[in-house]
C-alpha cells in the first residue's frame, strides 16, 4: 500500500522569503500522480500544483514550485515570495495512474501548517 | 458558481439521530467522492461513485450510505451517529478523461455529534 509523509508540522516563513515543504512518499508502482493541495482557514481544499511521475521536468505554477526526485521518492513543494495569503496547512497527495477502484483515491499526508510572518 | 457545492456547511446533533449531507457538482464530472477529514486533520477517503456506480468503498461502517441518483449528485447518509463521527466532511469529483483525473473538493461539512 502507498504512504505519504509529511516530517514537518508545522513551517513558519518570513513574508517575501521562500519556504520549502517536505513530502516524501512510498510506492511499488512506475506510474502516478502527486498533488500539492492547500487548505486555509476557510476550510476549502485548493489544488496548488500536480506532477505527474512520468514527467522528469518539475511542476511550476507562479510562485509555486516542486522539487520532484522519482528515485528518491521525495516531492518537496517550494514557496517563492511568501505572501500572507499563503498561510494554510499543505497537504501532499498520491494517486495512482490509470482509472478504476481504488487507484482513484487520493492518499494525504498528515499536513503542514505554514504560518507567514508580516 | 460554485464548482462543487455541499449542504449544510455546519450540522450539529444528538448522538443516536439520522442525518444526510448533499454534494453536486456542475463540472460535468462523471466521478465524486467522499472523503473524511478528523480532528487532527488527517482526510481518508470515504466512497467513489463513477457513473452512479460505486466504484470506491473503503472501511467504512455501513450506518454510512451513499447514493448517487445521478453523476452531478452524491449524497451521504449517517445512521446512529456517534460521538467519533464528529469530523468534516469533503465531496470532491474529477473526470476521468480530463486534466489527469484531477480532484475539485468541495468547503466541507463540519458535523459536531452531541
Known amino acids: 500500500a502507498q504512504t505519504v509523509t509529511q516530517s514537518q508540522p508545522e513551517m513558519s516563513v518570513q513574508e517575501a522569503e521562500t519556504v520549502t515543504l517536505s513530502c516524501t512518499y512510498d510506492t511499488s508502482e512506475s506510474d502516478y500522480y502527486l498533488f500539492w493541495y492547500k487548505q486555509p482557514p476557510s476550510r476549502q481544499m485548493i489544488l496548488v500544483i500536480r506532477q505527474e511521475a512520468y514527467k522528469q521536468q518539475n511542476a511550476t505554477e507562479n510562485r509555486f514550485s516542486v522539487n520532484f526526485q522519482k528515485a528518491a521518492k521525495s516531492f518537496s513543494l517550494k514557496i517563492s515570495d511568501s505572501q500572507l495569503g499563503d498561510a494554510a496547512m499543505y497537504f501532499c497527495?498520491?494517486?495512482?495512474?490509470?482509472?478504476?477502484?481504488?487507484?482513484?483515491?487520493?492518499?494525504f499526508g498528515t499536513g503542514t501548517l505554514l504560518a507567514v510572518q508580516p | 458558481d460554485t464548482a462543487v457545492s455541499q449542504t449544510p456547511k455546519y450540522l450539529v446533533t444528538q448522538m443516536g439521530n439520522d442525518k444526510s449531507i448533499k454534494c453536486e457538482q456542475n463540472l460535468g464530472h462523471d466521478t465524486m467522492y467522499w472523503y473524511k477529514q478528523d480532528s487532527k486533520k488527517f482526510l481518508k477517503i470515504m466512497f467513489s461513485?463513477?457513473?452512479?456506480?460505486?466504484?470506491i468503498n473503503e472501511t467504512v461502517p455501513n450506518r454510512f450510505s451513499p447514493k448517487s441518483p445521478d453523476k452531478a449528485h452524491l449524497n451521504l447518509h449517517i445512521n446512529s451517529l456517534e460521538l467519533g463521527d464528529s469530523a468534516v466532511y469533503f465531496c470532491?469529483?474529477?473526470?476521468?478523461?480530463?486534466?489527469?483525473?484531477?480532484?475539485?473538493f468541495g468547503a466541507g461539512t463540519r458535523l459536531s455529534v452531541l
Open positions: 497527495a498520491y494517486r495512482s495512474a490509470g482509472f478504476g477502484g481504488a487507484t482513484n483515491k487520493l492518499i
Open positions: 461513485y463513477n457513473n452512479k456506480e460505486l466504484i
Open positions: 470532491a469529483s474529477s473526470h476521468r478523461d480530463r486534466e489527469g483525473n484531477i480532484q475539485y
